[in-house]
């Protein structure tokens, strides 16, 4: 079946710094993966749609100067946190589904617990 | 706005007993809903998804059906086991086939 890995699992960054998060659609492609946050107790909210080759979508109040979206190819997405601040903390997920075009359940990455100290 | 709700955050049941978990859609009429488990830590697993034109969906001790008159799919798991125990997200895919929005889930406790 299609898997969705995502790394790395769980980091602990600086406030102020820059943080990475790499999505990879390991045995299919991908021209759209999507980014989630998930706070604690909490469901995934939508942050953005990530589509290869072009610029990504933003959801409303998704500040796009601070999570910098690029899917260069097929099979990866990467969000970067830019300037993280403690609030940033969160539970970052990313998701793309096979079949683009049909009706079918999504796989998940196995999520980023991001940490600003 | 498009909401899904899951008005249920907890449900604790015996084990072997069936679970059921409610979801309910307003403001949209949705192609399908799907169903999804996570555990703690972890990305949601896909389980079961209902097209609005069907009334009920098996897979195994699961269950899903979709009532467009109630704006309403429910989740059954029967014979329910501890290692059944985990959140549940209903989710949908408003306007198409792209992007998904999410209830709040129901955390399911299955006790022996």
């Known amino acids: 079946g299609a898997v969705v890995s995502q790394h790395p699992s769980w980091v602990i960054c600086k406030s102020g710094t820059s943080v990475k998060i790499e999505c990879r659609s390991l045995?299919?492609?991908?021209?759209?993966m999507f980014w989630y946050r998930q706070f604690p107790k909490q469901s995934l909210m939508l942050m953005a749609t990530?589509?290869?080759?072009?610029?990504?979508?933003?959801e409303q109040g998704v500040e796009k100067d601070k999570f910098l979206i690029n899917h260069a190819s097929l099979t990866l997405s990467t969000l970067t946190v830019t300037s993280a601040h403690p609030e940033d903390s969160s539970f970052y997920i990313c998701?793309?589904?096979?079949?683009?075009?049909?009706?079918?359940?999504?796989?998940f990455g196995s999520g980023t617990r991001l940490t600003v100290v | 706005s498009q909401k899904i709700e899951q008005n249920s955050e907890a449900l604790n049941i015996q084990e072997g007993k069936t679970a059921t978990l409610t979801c309910n859609y307003t403001?949209?009429?949705?192609?399908?809903l799907q169903w999804y488990r996570q555990d703690p830590g972890r990305g949601p697993v896909f389980l079961l998804l209902?097209?609005?034109?069907?009334k009920e969906k098996r897979k195994e001790r699961l269950k899903v059906t979709f009532d467009t008159t109630l704006k309403q799919s429910l989740f059954h798991i029967t014979a329910s086991q501890p290692a059944d125990s985990a959140t549940y997200l209903c989710?949908?895919?408003?306007?198409?086939?792209?992007?998904?929005?999410f209830g709040a889930g129901t955390r399911l406790a299955v006790h022996p």
């Open positions: 403001n949209y009429s949705p192609a399908y």
């Open positions: 998701s793309a589904r096979e079949g683009w075009g049909q009706i079918g359940g999504y796989t």
């Open positions: 990530s589509n290869e080759g072009s610029k990504a979508t933003y």
């Open positions: 045995d299919f492609q991908a021209t759209t």
């Open positions: 989710a949908s895919g408003p306007g198409g086939y792209n992007k998904l929005i």
């Open positions: 209902i097209r609005e034109n069907e």
